[in-house]
T-cell receptor
C-alpha cells in the first residue's frame, strides 16, 4: 500500500466551478501535508501546507485535513483554465524528515 | 534570483557508465533532497540531507549515491546506471524539513539509460 494515494483523474470541471481533489494516507504518524501544483513539463510548486485538523484557506484554495479518517483534500473555488495541471499531495512525518508524494490528480478546467 | 539549479537538464547515456547530476541552491537552505518522478508512481524520494555531511536514505535509494560536502551543493551519483533508472529527476531544497518551510524544486533532469 502506498503511503499517499490519489485518484489519477483526469478530473474535469467547467470554468467557475469548484474543483475538489482528494488524498488518503496510510501512516498515522504523518503529521503534515502539502498540496503541490505541477504544470506539464515543469517542476512542482507548493500551493498550501496543512498540519492541523480542519480547514485552511488561502485565496481561492482551501485545504482540509481529517486525521481520524486519514484524509486530505484541496478545494479550488472559481476554477480557471490556468488551474489545469496535475496536483500532488504529499505527507511528512516530521521527525523522520522523509516526504511521501501521491501519484497526482490531473485537473482539466474547461472554458 | 533565489533558485535551485540542476545540470544537465537532459542526458542520454548507456548502461554502466557512471554519471553525476549536479544540484545547487543559492538560498542557504539546510535541507536538500532528490526525487525521481515516473508515470503512475508520482514523486519518490531517493535521498535527503539535513545539512552538510548529513545524508539519509529516502524511499528508493538503491543504485544511487549522494554527498553533501558544501551547503549549497547536493550531487546525485549513479555509479552504474541501468535502464530502470530512466526517469525525471528533481532536486529540492528548503530551509529545514519543518512543515512550515517551503520546498523549492529545481527544473528537473530527464535521464535516459539505454
Amino acid at each position: 500500500q502506498k503511503e499517499v494515494e490519489q485518484n489519477s483523474g483526469p478530473l474535469s470541471v467547467p470554468e467557475g466551478a469548484i474543483a475538489s481533489l482528494n488524498c488518503t494516507y496510510s501512516d498515522r504518524g504523518s503529521q503534515s501535508f502539502f498540496w503541490y501544483r505541477q504544470y506539464s513539463g515543469k517542476s512542482p510548486e507548493l500551493i498550501m501546507s496543512i498540519y492541523s485538523n480542519g480547514d485552511k484557506e488561502d485565496g481561492r484554495f482551501t485545504a482540509q485535513l481529517n486525521k481520524a479518517s486519514q484524509y486530505v483534500s484541496l478545494l479550488i473555488r472559481d476554477s480557471q483554465p490556468s488551474d489545469s495541471a496535475t496536483y500532488l499531495c504529499a505527507g511528512v512525518r516530521y521527525n523522520f524528515n522523509k516526504f511521501y508524494f501521491g501519484s497526482g490528480t490531473k485537473l482539466n478546467v474547461k472554458p | 534570483e533565489a533558485q535551485v539549479t540542476q545540470n544537465p537538464r537532459y542526458l542520454i547515456t548507456v548502461t554502466g557508465k557512471k554519471l553525476t547530476v549536479t544540484c545547487s541552491q543559492n538560498m542557504n537552505h539546510e535541507y536538500m533532497s532528490w526525487y525521481r518522478q515516473d508515470p503512475g508512481l508520482g514523486l519518490r524520494q531517493i535521498y535527503y540531507s539535513m545539512n552538510v555531511e548529513v545524508t539519509d536514505k529516502g524511499d528508493v535509494p538503491e543504485g544511487y549515491k549522494v554527498s553533501r560536502k558544501e551547503k549549497r551543493n547536493f550531487p546525485l551519483i549513479l555509479e552504474s546506471p541501468s535502464p530502470n533508472q530512466t526517469s525525471l529527476y528533481f532536486c529540492a531544497s528548503s530551509l529545514s524539513a519543518s512543515p512550515s518551510d517551503t520546498q523549492y524544486f529545481g527544473p528537473g533532469t530527464r535521464l535516459t539509460v539505454l
